[in-house]
């Protein structure tokens, strides 16, 4: 598609349950960012890559959460052990180069932790 | 206090109404981008800018790095501008990450 494609678009889990987040970001576009957003709140960054290099880890809030981009395009987003604080929607922002360019949103995952 | 604070936090006008939504940053910035969220979470970028004005249709963005201040202007608002508009700054500091203000809740009634 022309656009940022995330999947699933909704995901429930138990708590302890792993979970997996896709983003297929615009064909081209070098750099990937991951964006948690908490309900009413504006996005909180997690995590950055450039092409297939993770350069920038540092918003991801604890060791459960693991980020990949193996082949500079999709991305995944894994959750091991889920807890009800991980509730939110995962955003997946993609650009051609950088943040000095015009970001383009993916429509976002809603994970509900039960 | 929050690095990036906008202002107001809920807005209502409308139909045809001229609205202003006030972005502040307390950093040094090298870009801001003004985003706007729909119900369900979709993001749209609207702007980047890094300095002076950008216009696109009835939008008009403009910055002024001196007094670390930005806004966004909508003329002629529409029942279909409402939406939640975000404010996130690239600071100079901080290398890959944006910083997001808290939003500024549109709604334009007919």
């Known amino acids: 598609g022309a656009g940022v494609s995330q999947s699933p678009r909704y995901k429930v889990a138990k708590r302890g349950q792993d979970v997996a987040l896709r983003c297929d970001p615009i064909s081209g576009h070098v750099s990937l960012f991951w964006y948690q957003q908490a309900l009413g709140q504006g996005p909180e960054f997690l995590t950055y890559f450039q092409n297939e290099a993770q350069l920038d880890k540092s918003g991801l809030p604890s060791d459960r959460f693991f980020a990949e981009r193996p082949e500079g395009s999709v991305s995944t987003l894994k959750i091991q052990r889920t807890q009800q604080e991980d509730s939110a929607v995962y955003l997946c922002a993609s650009s051609f180069t950088g943040l000095k360019e015009k970001l383009f949103f993916g429509s976002g995952t809603q994970l509900s932790v039960l | 206090k929050n690095e990036v604070e906008q202002s107001p936090q809920n807005l209502t006008a409308q139909e045809g109404e001229f609205i202003t939504i006030n972005c502040s940053y307390s950093?040094?910035?090298?870009?801001l981008h003004w985003l706007q969220q729909h119900p369900g979470g979709g993001i749209v970028s609207l702007f980047m800018l890094s300095s002076g004005k950008k216009k696109h249709g009835r939008l008009i963005a403009t910055i002024n790095i001196q007094e670390k201040h930005s806004s966004l202007h909508i003329t002629a608002s529409h029942p279909r501008d409402s939406a939640v508009y975000i404010c996130a700054v690239k600071k100079e500091t901080s290398g890959s990450r944006l910083t997001f203000g808290e939003g500024t809740q549109l709604t334009v009634n007919p």
């Open positions: 950093v040094g910035i090298s870009a």
